[in-house]
């Protein structure tokens, strides 16, 4: 069976069709109707050799048994209690009206803003709404763990940045105001 014409796709440097090739192959047609020039040609028998051990390759991880990590279920178990857990929804106004911000989301971004304190990593961070003001945006109260790096300067003065970060990435970031912000040094590292 004679081929020479190439359909779209690869074309070996000899000018055959590298996917007529594998479509033969996989058809079991290959090995045995092969032509004068598939025999004599070192482009084809080396294509066709590669396609052979990757089709074996193929079959070999087809037929194995797949079994699920141990610890798989696990992790999508937590991915979906974290959904779960993602707090009361904040409502902020907008122009195309009202949305919802979880508090988890909101948690986040306040976090963020203590991290970029110099000299503190945020800890945990739980956020919860106290009321809604008259522009129809959420007002929450903050609790915050915080761990010290040693030697970073007066706490006071750490903790007061802290809160003023926390209170404006609310405000721009998010676009809800925060009433308390209760912050907690739990640590202090090196």
């Known amino acids: 069976m004679a081929v020479n014409d190439i359909t779209d796709g690869y074309a070996l440097p000899c000018g055959r069709g590298?996917?007529?090739?594998?479509?033969?192959?996989?058809?079991?047609?290959?090995?045995?109707?092969?032509?004068?020039?598939?025999?004599n040609c070192p482009h084809c028998q080396a294509a066709g050799g590669s396609l052979r051990m990757l089709n074996e390759a193929t079959r070999q991880l087809a037929d194995e048994p797949v079994a699920p990590r141990p610890a798989l279920t696990d992790?999508?178990?937590?991915?979906?209690?974290?959904?779960?857990?993602?707090?009361?929804?904040?409502?902020?106004?907008?122009?195309?009206?009202?949305?919802?911000?979880?508090?988890?989301?909101?948690?986040?971004?306040?976090?963020?803003?203590?991290?970029?304190?110099?000299?503190?990593?945020?800890?945990?961070?739980?956020?919860?709404?106290?009321?809604?003001?008259?522009?129809?945006?959420?007002?929450?109260?903050?609790?915050l763990s915080l761990a010290l790096r040693y030697g970073v300067g007066p706490a006071e003065q750490i903790l007061a940045e802290v809160r003023a970060r926390v209170a404006a990435a609310a405000a721009?970031?998010?676009?809800?105001?925060?009433?308390?912000?209760?912050?907690r040094l739990e640590d202090l590292y090196p």
């Open 172 to 183: 721009v970031v998010v676009g809800i105001r925060v009433d308390r912000c209760d912050l």
């Open 75 to 143: 992790r999508i178990m937590s991915a979906v209690r974290a959904e779960a857990r993602r707090g009361e929804m904040v409502p902020l106004p907008t122009r195309g009206g009202p949305i919802g911000v979880s508090e988890q989301a909101i948690a986040v971004v306040l976090r963020f803003a203590a991290d970029g304190v110099p000299g503190v990593r945020a800890r945990r961070c739980t956020v919860r709404t106290r009321s809604v003001d008259k522009q129809g945006s959420g007002v929450i109260d903050v609790e």
């Open 18 to 39: 590298l996917e007529n090739l594998w479509a033969r192959l996989q058809a079991g047609d290959w090995l045995v109707n092969q032509d004068e020039h598939e025999r």
